[in-house]
Nanobody, 123 residues
Framework: QVELTESGGGLVQAGGSLRLSCAAS????????MGWFRQAPGKERDTVAT????????GYADSVKGRFAISRDNAKNTVYLQMNSLKPEDTAVYYC????????????????WGQGTQVSVSS
């Protein structure tokens, strides 16, 4: 059983930056692909970025390419999401999730989820 805890959300002005962190416990972290997902009110949960267990492979939603960067530190059992040039449309609850095995962009493929952290971007 993997437990995930996100942190780093908050309120920021458009154009600003935030760094989200997700600390994992309860498993061999490098065995899990990780992802960041977001859900705005009244909308479905969408994939933002994913990273392989080794950190060597990443993927991004088109809406965040060039602005967001996912990374991981397997020694610290932590995955990060650096968010730059934030826009009001980035406002959502951000979740990290883990899946054993290869990276996937599908929300449904992730087995373990954190509780989420709110990111609000004002115009």
């Amino acid at each position: 059983q993997v437990e995930l805890t996100e942190s780093g959300g908050g309120l920021v002005q458009a154009g600003g930056s935030l760094r989200l962190s997700c600390a994992a416990s309860g498993g061999t972290f490098s065995n899990y692909a990780m992802g960041w997902f977001r859900q705005a009110p009244g909308k479905e949960r969408d994939t933002v970025a994913t990273i392989s267990g080794s950190g060597g492979f990443t993927g991004y939603a088109d809406s965040v390419k060039g602005r967001f960067a996912i990374s991981r530190d397997n020694a610290k059992n932590t995955v990060y999401l650096q968010m730059n040039s934030l826009k009001p449309e980035d406002t959502a609850v951000y979740y990290c999730a883990a899946r054993r095995g290869v990276r996937s962009s599908a929300v449904s493929m992730y087995e373990y989820w954190g509780q989420g952290t709110q990111v609000s971007v004002s115009s």
